[in-house]
């Protein structure tokens, strides 16, 4: 435990000790989704390039990356980029418009599986890693860089599906009607995905995101079977490297202690997850991300501030990084987004969080 105050020398010093639960000086912030819509610098941006060009072109990407670093005052960077990339470099035809991605083809049997290719990160969605190194390049060695991709479970369901809009029907009746399909598959992605986070890692990334959407969708058992092994297999790829690893499960709750099996150093949490319940879930095994409600920054910024007080209270401020619990809203005002971050700089912390079970 600390015993004095400690100053972090860097943001991205900072964001690494707080993912591995080592005493900062305050909650680094960033937000999910906070390069996007709400802002209109990035909606001059869109104006004059389709989302897939933005993606596929590092110049391009890079400065909606930095955008909201240097307009909303976020310790952290994400890169701009879509989960399906993975399933378009893996064979998928895939298109962006404005009502929704689509993949072409989806998966409708072992076949269709069998047919997806292993491709070269370097080669194929090198942009990405591109987009990584001119972020590092233009905002320098001191600020970190977060790298991300879909969970297999994930991207699995947007590959069987096709498209969605909150139905994932038939990826469920193909988990428990076709295990052996589901396998297969969940397989094939995790091998890709770590290929390609390992090279977001060597072009700069700090860190790296797993976004798994639709975690609420398994059962516990489910999950345990068939998701959390290939997670895992991505995240041991990825221990070489060193960069920690955050994932995040939106329907959190059922799945927290499997999560902290994963080899994640940060689980993120959705806003349906009591920080302090799951800090005592899990101990301290594993930092915390998140959880405030996106909706909360279409509220006015004094109830944005004592939300996020009331979130970094619940952690204590250690092995915390502060986040929504889900993707910033498009509708949220710039000024309760710079809110957000402001309150999260300025919260207080405890040096030495209460200790909790399974230390």
């Known amino acids: 435990m600390a015993s004095k105050q400690l100053t972090c020398a860097t943001a991205k010093e900072r964001l690494l000790r707080a993912c591995r639960f080592e005493p900062v000086d305050r909650v680094p912030v960033w937000m999910m989704r906070q390069a996007g819509r709400y802002l209109p610098e990035y909606q001059a941006v869109r104006a004059r390039h389709s989302f897939l060009e933005i993606c596929k072109t590092p110049e391009l990407a890079a400065e909606v990356s930095i955008q909201p670093f240097r307009l909303v005052g976020v310790d952290a960077i994400i890169v701009f980029s879509d989960i399906l990339i993975v399933a378009e470099a893996m064979g998928m035809p895939l298109d962006v ?12 049997n072992f076949a269709d599986v069998l047919r997806l290719r292993d491709f070269d990160p370097n080669v194929e969605t ?3 890693s591109d987009a990584i190194r001119t972020i590092c390049a233009e905002v320098g060695p001191e600020v970190p860089v977060i ?10 369901c947007y590959m069987i599906e096709g498209k969605t809009r909150g ?10 009607e076709e295990p052996a399909m ?3 598959l969940l397989g094939k992605i995790a091998r890709s995905t770590a290929a390609y986070l390992r090279a977001q890692v060597d072009a700069g990334a700090s860190v790296v995101q797993l976004f798994d959407t639709w975690a609420s969708e398994l059962s516990h058992e489910e999950f345990r079977q068939y998701e ?25 709750s059922i799945h927290l202690e499997s999560m902290s099996e994963s080899g994640a150093e940060v689980l993120s949490v959705d806003w349906m997850t009591d920080l302090a319940q799951a800090r005592q879930r899990i101990g301290r095994r594993v930092a915390l991300q998140g959880n405030v409600d996106p909706s909360i920054l279409l509220q006015d910024e004094s109830m944005v501030r004592q939300a996020v007080q009331a979130a970094v209270e619940k952690t204590g401020g250690q092995g915390h990084i502060l986040n929504l619990g889900h993707g910033i809203l498009p509708t949220t005002p710039v000024a309760n ?12 912390t405890k040096q030495s969080a209460p200790r909790v079970g399974n230390e």
């Open 97 to 108: 418009p404005d009502s929704g991605p689509v993949l072409s083809d989806p998966i409708r």
């Open 228 to 252: 959390l092994p290939s997670i895992r297999h991505v995240f041991d790829s990825l221990s070489r490297p060193g960069a920690p690893k955050i994932l995040f499960a939106k329907g959190s």
């Open 126 to 128: 090198r942009f990405v």
């Open 147 to 156: 790298g991300f991709a879909a969970a297999p479970w994930t991207l699995a």
């Open 182 to 184: 589901i396998s297969e």
């Open 337 to 348: 987004a710079r809110a957000f971050v402001e309150a999260g700089q300025q919260a207080m």
């Open 167 to 176: 139905d994932v029907s038939r990826a469920k009746a193909a988990l428990r």
